[in-house]
């Protein structure tokens, strides 16, 4: 991002750790690594997509920005009216209060939403419990028919209950219960990646005419990269609880210096016959996040690998135009 731009999220050396049931009574206790030291910045009224496989750790962290997870290490700064709010060490009252602010989008539209309320009623939950309005006030319910229409819900399906939606319908709801409050910051956690390709475009072009309209700054968590490029100013990217490669999206397309993020881009599918893009096989699984390699995470799947990449961890590194990278060698140039 540009150097006007606000910062509205600060996040310093976050890590997740949850712990693994022990099975022998001495045994010593292990950590599930969700989030295992991030940085970055978040600014205000950009949208930072975040990929990567599953299970790297990418909902974790946005759980863990919304303190929804309390985070194990690290501090999360959330930036307003000119004060800097450590949301870790706000009391849970305060927490509450804030969390107005701070928004979730979930990806399943289907067991998201409370079958026994109706539309009206799940919209209507937050503003009640936040005291924007209070419970039955008529002035709350022209709001929420506006709130309705915003995200492309008639009117006539305020008494509806979850069940008579289809996917894509569910999914506008639930848009509509998390911007009701006009919050600042928005987690879409694979907001679309349970719907048809058709109706997620749709979604994504909701989205994108939300943003503008109510200035709100998303974290958009998927692993579809074709999805991201799409909707995304900055593209983020995650492997074992790492971010490995961060950059604005054009910068990130079309200049790739992570092995991992080359491998991801490689499988997107396309309908150019005259692209001859190699496609890059990752061999092996990911690791265990409870037994991590040593060095570089993603060297038991490199195909550049070297010495130092199994015996030292890379430094995140900015290498200009706004270009983070976690790599020894990027796109695989050998030592010397």
């Not at 499988?267 to 690791?287: N, Q, S, T, W």
């Not at 200009?320 to 796109?331: E, I, K, Q, R, S």
Request: proline content about 5%.
């Amino acid at each position: 991002m540009e150097n006007e731009k606000k910062v509205l999220l600060t996040v310093r050396d976050v890590k997740q750790y949850f712990p693994v049931k022990k099975t022998k009574l001495r045994e010593k206790q292990r950590y599930v690594r969700a989030n295992d030291g991030i940085s970055l910045d978040i600014y205000a009224g950009e949208t930072l997509g975040l990929v990567g496989e599953s299970g790297c750790g990418k909902s974790t962290l946005g759980r863990t920005l919304l303190q929804l997870y309390p985070q194990t290490h690290g501090d999360v700064i959330y930036h307003k009216d000119g004060k800097e709010i450590d949301l870790k060490k706000l009391p849970k009252e305060e927490m509450r209060v804030l969390r107005k602010d701070l928004q979730l989008i979930f990806q399943d539209p289907y067991s998201s939403l409370n079958p026994r309320m109706t539309v009206g009623q799940i919209i209507g939950e937050g503003l009640v419990s936040h005291g924007v309005f209070k419970r039955g006030d008529p002035a709350m319910r022209d709001y929420i028919f506006k709130v309705m229409e915003n995200c492309g819900l008639a009117t006539y399906m305020f008494g509806r209950y979850p069940h008579q939606f289809s996917g894509g319908q569910r999914q506008r709801i639930g848009i509509a219960r998390s911007l009701a409050l006009n919050p600042a910051f928005v987690v879409c956690d694979e907001a679309v990646s349970a719907l048809d390709v058709s109706i997620q475009s749709q979604i994504l072009n909701l989205l994108s005419d939300l943003k503008e309209k109510q200035n709100l700054t998303y974290l958009f968590i998927t692993h579809d990269l074709s999805v991201v490029k799409y909707i995304s100013d900055r593209i983020g990217v995650m492997y074992l609880g790492n971010m490995v490669e961060l950059a604005p999206t054009e910068e990130l397309f079309a200049n790739t210096l992570h092995p991992y993020t080359e491998a991801l881009l490689s499988a997107i599918p396309v309908v150019d016959e005259d692209d001859k893009r190699e496609r890059i096989l990752l061999e092996g699984d990911i690791p265990s996040p409870v037994n991590p390699p040593s060095g570089c995470k993603f060297h038991t799947r490199c195909r550049y690998c070297q010495q130092k990449c199994k015996e030292e961890v890379p430094q995140w590194t900015n290498v200009g135009n706004d270009h983070y990278v976690a790599c020894h060698f990027p796109l695989g140039k050998k030592e010397g």
